[in-house]
């Protein structure tokens, strides 16, 4: 079946450790992927996408993103955890053709231990 | 730049009764977007407008929830008859337009409990 796979539920990091989200994806062409942040009572925001191009994907707060087509992962990934990186992140894809209909992941809980 | 602007942020109802959520998308954008996000899952789409206009309400159960999105601008989701089920933030979205490079602005949500 079609699927944005996020396997880890909760993950909990120490404030300076790197950072590792997974997020795998069920589809048969390569979607348009992305990575949100949903801070409590906050609305989601965009951390950062891919379309094409350059498999490694920069974006907001020192956040980036490889895709890996032959694993069909899009994993996020930070060198230093601060404390107000807790929050929820989402995976989420958009499928070509697909117009700008979002499809999210379950999301990942990251607690920041300080 | 004003976001986009959800209300109530909170709402609790009894079974069967009717909600209604309001939002309000930021200025000059002409996709709307509802989504449902269950506790433990992610957002899912409900229904999306282009102007006044439905693109995608496939995921909406149509009968009992219903939107719209007079004159192209705010826009409400109601509920009637609520069941428990129903108990989820509902998040508001916005885009410039509809196209797949558009950014998505959300709202902070409302968050429904139907006891």
């Known amino acids: 079946a079609q699927s944005v796979t996020q396997p880890d539920i909760h993950i909990t990091v120490s404030e300076g450790a790197s950072l590792e989200l997974r997020c795998n994806y069920s589809y048969g062409a390569t979607p348009y992927l992305f990575w949100y942040v949903q801070s409590p009572g906050q609305g989601l925001q965009l951390l950062l996408k891919y379309f094409s191009g350059d498999t490694l994907v920069q974006g907001i707060k020192g956040f980036e993103a490889e895709f890996k087509r032959s694993q069909s992962s899009f994993n996020l990934r930070k060198p230093s955890v601060h404390w107000s990186d807790a929050a929820e992140y989402f995976c989420?894809?958009?499928?070509?053709?697909?117009?700008?209909?979002?499809?999210f992941g379950t999301g990942t809980q990251l607690k920041v231990e300080l | 730049e004003a976001g986009v602007a959800q209300s109530p942020r909170y709402k609790i109802i009894e079974k069967r009764q009717s909600v209604a959520f309001w939002c309000n998308p930021i200025?000059?954008?002409?996709?709307l977007y509802w989504y449902q996000q269950i506790l433990g899952q992610g957002p899912k789409l409900l229904i999306q407008?282009?102007?006044?206009?439905?693109?995608?309400d496939s995921q909406l159960p149509k009968d009992r929830f219903s939107a719209e999105r007079l004159k192209g601008v705010d826009s409400t989701l109601k509920i009637q008859p609520a069941k428990l089920e129903d108990s989820a933030v509902y998040l508001c979205?916005?885009?410039?337009?509809?196209?797949?490079?558009?950014?998505?602005?959300f709202g902070s949500g409302t968050q429904l409990s139907v006891l």
């Open positions: 407008f282009q102007n006044n206009g439905v693109v995608d």
């Open positions: 979205a916005s885009s410039l337009g509809g196209a797949v490079n558009e950014k998505l602005f």
């Open positions: 200025s000059g954008h002409a996709t």
């Open positions: 989420a894809v958009i499928l070509t053709g697909g117009g700008n209909k979002l499809t």
